[in-house]
C-alpha cells in the first residue's frame, strides 16, 4: 500500500534469538542487589549499547533507605565428612543465600538443617532466596537432597564479603526530537534466573540496540537496576528529571509462554496504559490485564504517590503464579526465542502508538469526501486486508475531529492502531487531513 513504516526496522527477523542469546550469555552470573555480578551484567550489556554505569557509595541515603554494604561472593559449598562436596555454589548460584555472611564451620546434620532452604511441595527445585536486610548464612538445595542427607560431620563454607562499595546501575540513553521521555526498567539482582531478570534485561538490550539507528519524537532511557534499592537510589539522583517521564514500562518475567500480563500504572488510564491494552488485545487471544497494586516489582516506587509516574509493568506469565518462578526450574529451558521475540513485538507496537498518535483533523468534514475519485479505495484494496483498510479511512474521516486521538480511533473502530495510522498517513497525503501531533 506504498507505506513503509520505520517501526517494522525495530522488528526485523532474528530478534527473538538474539535476545535469547544474550540471556544465555548472562544466566550464569551470579548477581545480587550489588557487587561484582551487577557489573559483570552490565558489561555484557555494554557490548551492545553505550551504557552509562552509575556507582553509588553505600551508606548514601536515598529517601528512607540506605545504599547498603557491598556483597561480593568467591566460593560456596558444603562438604561431607568424606569431602566431596556435596553442595555447590560453582554448579548452581541458587545454592547460596544471597547476601550470606562469611561463614566456615564444622556442623552436624541438625545443626546444619537450620540453615537450609528447600521446597517441600516442589522437592527436585532449587529455591531462590536471599537476606538482604537481616545478616545471616544459609542454603539452598532441593528437598529431596535434603532428605536424603545422612547424619554427618558437614564443613560449611561460604566465602563471601559485605563491605563499604558502592551500588551499581547502567542507563543507556536515546535522545529523540523532544525531551519527553520513555522509561524502559528491568532488574538486574536476581542470580540465575532466566526469565525472572535476565529476559527482560536482554530484550531491552537489544531494544535500546535496535533503536538506536532510528529517529524518535520521544527520548528513550534504559535502566538496568537492581530491584527496589535500585529504582529508589536511580528516584532519588534524578528527582529534578522525572516529570519529563510521559511513559514508562518496566519488564519482568518477558520470556516465557504465558499471558501476556499488563498491570495498568496508578493513574490506570495514562496513554501507556492504554496503549498496552490495545497492542495486547490485537497480538494476543487471551490478554490479562490488572489494576495497579502497590506490589511487584519497580513500578512500586515509580507509581509511588511523591512520583505518581505513568509507568505499567508488562509480563508474559505473573510474577508469583508460575511454579517455576523463584526456583531453579526458571532456568534457559523456561525461556524461548519466539516468546521472547512476541514479548518485543509487542513492546515496540506500544512505542509506536505512542510515538505516532495524535489528534487528526478532517479538512473536508462535511458529507464524505469523494474516495474513488481520489484513487483511494484502490490504493488501499486488492488483498485481504482490503476491507479493514477502507473501513479505517471512512472510521479516520468521521472521527478526525479534533477531540479524538488515533488510539481513540482504533479503539472505536476495533482495528490495529497501524492500520488506522496508515489510513491517515495517506489520507494526508490526499490532503483529506491534517495530523500535527
Ligand atoms: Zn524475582
Not at 561460604?158 to 536515546?174: A, K, M, Q, R
Not at 505473573?318 to 524461548?336: K, M, V
Not at 490495529?416 to 483529506?432: K, N, Q, V
Request: proline fraction near 6%; aromatic fraction near 10%.
Amino acid at each position: 500500500m506504498g507505506v513503509t513504516s520505520p517501526w517494522n526496522e525495530l522488528c526485523r527477523d532474528g530478534i527473538g534469538e538474539d535476545i535469547y542469546s544474550l540471556a544465555a550469555e548472562i544466566y550464569p552470573i551470579c548477581r545480587s542487589i550489588t557487587g561484582e555480578g551487577v557489573r559483570r551484567t552490565l558489561d555484557h550489556l555494554a557490548r551492545h549499547i553505550d551504557l552509562c554505569v552509575r556507582e553509588i557509595p553505600t551508606g548514601t541515603q536515598v529517601f528512607d533507605w540506605t545504599v547498603p554494604r557491598e556483597w561480593n561472593i568467591r566460593d560456596a559449598y558444603i562438604k561431607n565428612s568424606a569431602g566431596e562436596r556435596i553442595v555447590d555454589v560453582q554448579a548452581c548460584n541458587l545454592h547460596v543465600l544471597g547476601y550470606s555472611t562469611p561463614v566456615h564451620a564444622k556442623l552436624h546434620l541438625d545443626e546444619l538443617r537450620k540453615h537450609v532452604f528447600t521446597l517441600p511441595d516442589q522437592p527436585d527445585l532449587i529455591p531462590y532466596r536471599t537476606s538482604y536486610y537481616a545478616e545471616r548464612w544459609g542454603f539452598c538445595m532441593t528437598h529431596n537432597q535434603l532428605m536424603s542427607l545422612p547424619d554427618d560431620l558437614y564443613e560449611v563454607m561460604i566465602d563471601s564479603s559485605l563491605e563499604e562499595g558502592s551500588l551499581t546501575f547502567g542507563e543507556y540513553f536515546h535522545k529523540g526530537d523532544s525531551d519527553e521521555e520513555f522509561l524502559l526498567s528491568a532488574h538486574i539482582c536476581h542470580p540465575s534466573l532466566a526469565n525472572d531478570n535476565c529476559s527482560g534485561l536482554a530484550l531491552l538490550t537489544h531494544l535500546a540496540k535496535r533503536l538506536a539507528g532510528l529517529k524518535t519524537r520521544y527520548s528513550y532511557r534504559f535502566l538496568f537496576a537492581p530491584g527496589t534499592i535500585g529504582a529508589i537510589t536511580w528516584l532519588a539522583y534524578n528527582e529534578p528529571i522525572v516529570h519529563r517521564i510521559r511513559h514508562g514500562l518496566v519488564l519482568s518475567c518477558v520470556g516465557d509462554g504465558g499471558g501476556p500480563t499488563y498491570k495498568k500504572s496508578r493513574r490506570s488510564n495514562a496513554d501507556i496504559d492504554r496503549a498496552m491494552m490495545h497492542v495486547m488485545r490485537h497480538a494476543a487471544p487471551s490478554p490479562t490485564v490488572l489494576e495497579f497494586s502497590p506490589y511487584g516489582y519497580d513500578e512500586r516506587q515509580y507509581c509511588s504517590p511523591g512520583f505518581n509516574l505513568p509507568v505499567g509493568l508488562f509480563q508474559r506469565s505473573q510474577f508469583g503464579r508460575f511454579p517455576e518462578y523463584h526456583t531453579s526450574a526458571d532456568n534457559l529451558d523456561f525461556i524461548a526465542p519466539e516468546h521472547l521475540a512476541s514479548s518485543y513485538r509487542m513492546i515496540c507496537a506500544a512505542i509506536e502508538i505512542v510515538e505516532r498518535n495524535c489528534n487528526p483533523i478532517n479538512l473536508l468534514p462535511k458529507c464524505e469526501p469523494q474516495l474513488g475519485r481520489r484513487g483511494l479505495y484502490s490504493a488501499v484494496g486488492g488483498d485481504k486486508d482490503g476491507p479493514a483498510r477502507s473501513m479505517a479511512l471512512l472510521w479516520v474521516l468521521n472521527l478526525a475531529d479534533g477531540e479524538h486521538s488515533l488510539l481513540d480511533i482504533a479503539e472505536r473502530a476495533d482495528l490495529p492502531f497501524r492500520t488506522i495510522s496508515e489510513a491517515a498517513d495517506i489520507l494526508s497525503e490526499s490532503g483529506l487531513l491534517t495530523r500535527a501531533c
